[in-house]
């Protein structure tokens, strides 16, 4: 059915006659009431008892008012989506994130994203999880990926959560991969790798887990997950990330991921995190809405 005779028909049962609907809508009663006339005569029933004090939806009458407050509803929210769409051709958006998604999630996040939107740019840059609530909440991040914090933010908030443990990365033919889970002793055995800077303050729910982390005395210690990747996929050692900073390679065999044992570290949830008090720009809003998806992906499989 055609919108604008839903709209008369809208109008008709609100205000339970045709001359005032005519008189809202600024069209002719006449042109108004061969509408109503159409739609009946297209169901077969009639959708309002004309009575002397005005019209009255019939039970039919009821049933398509329902439908019909639905299907405007819809059309005015795919509306909006599209006029946002117009209006985020192009712009600049920036992230800040957790350095182990800028290596795999991000980038290819990115590159499904500039399919639709071609001529949006970008400034992506890598923190301290500590530091990205502060960039967000300033205005220095349009939003940001970080570990859930314990306490609340006034400033900011996540738009999305999703589990993300800190395990072990390995290559397939490690000793520890036919493992389904890991102790700290399991992998204390072998060379580790690590980045310097303190651990996530998420990650103090789990006091064992910091103690262990506090203990190592790490191979190689690098703030390039980069270099810790290579190392990695030389059988150097091991490392300890979230999966989402490898996604690609663990899906095709060429590293795997193990979680630990300590129920603690695998509380941990990553989040996209936006202003509280701040309207994003249009291309910011619809990538927003397009990682939202992705971690929920992510966090399906």
Not at 132 to 143: K, S, Y
Request: aromatic share 8%; proline share 7%; glycine share 6%.
């Amino acid at each position: 059915m055609h919108a604008v005779a839903l709209v008369y028909f809208r109008e008709v049962a609100r205000s339970g006659s045709v001359r005032r609907a005519a008189g809202v809508l600024n069209v002719a009663a006449s042109a108004l009431n061969r509408q109503i006339l159409k739609l009946e005569d297209e169901f077969g029933t009639p959708l309002f008892d004309r009575l002397p004090g005005g019209m009255r939806l019939t039970v039919a009458g009821q049933l398509l008012l329902s439908h019909v407050n639905d299907t405007l509803h819809e059309y005015d929210l795919v509306r909006s989506k599209i006029d946002d769409l117009k209006e985020a051709r192009s712009g600049h958006v920036s992230i800040a994130a957790l350095d182990s998604l800028l290596v795999d999630f991000l980038p290819r996040a990115l590159d499904r994203f500039r399919i639709d939107f071609p001529a949006v740019g970008y400034t992506v840059t890598a923190h301290q999880p500590a530091d990205i609530p502060r960039l967000v909440a300033e205005g220095d991040a349009d939003f940001a990926f970080t570990f859930v914090q314990p306490q609340g933010l006034s400033a900011a908030r996540f738009l999305v959560e999703v589990p993300a443990p800190i395990g072990v990365i390995m290559r397939p033919d490690h000793p520890l991969a036919a493992r389904l889970a890991l102790t700290f002793d399991d992998v204390a055995r072998y060379p580790i790798f690590t980045q310097p800077g303190p651990l996530p303050r998420a990650a103090d729910a789990d006091p064992e887990f910091a103690a262990f982390r506090a203990s190592i005395r790490p191979r190689v210690e690098s703030n390039s997950i980069q270099m810790l990747k290579l190392c990695v996929m030389l059988n150097m050692g091991i490392a300890f990330f979230t999966r989402l900073g490898f996604l690609h390679d663990i899906e095709t065999g060429e590293l795997t991921w193990r979680p630990f044992t300590s129920p603690g570290i695998n509380r941990l949830r990553i989040g996209l995190l936006a202003p509280s008090g701040r309207v994003l720009s249009p291309p910011a809003q619809q990538l927003a809405r397009r990682l939202v998806d992705d971690l929920h992906r992510f966090a399906s499989v």
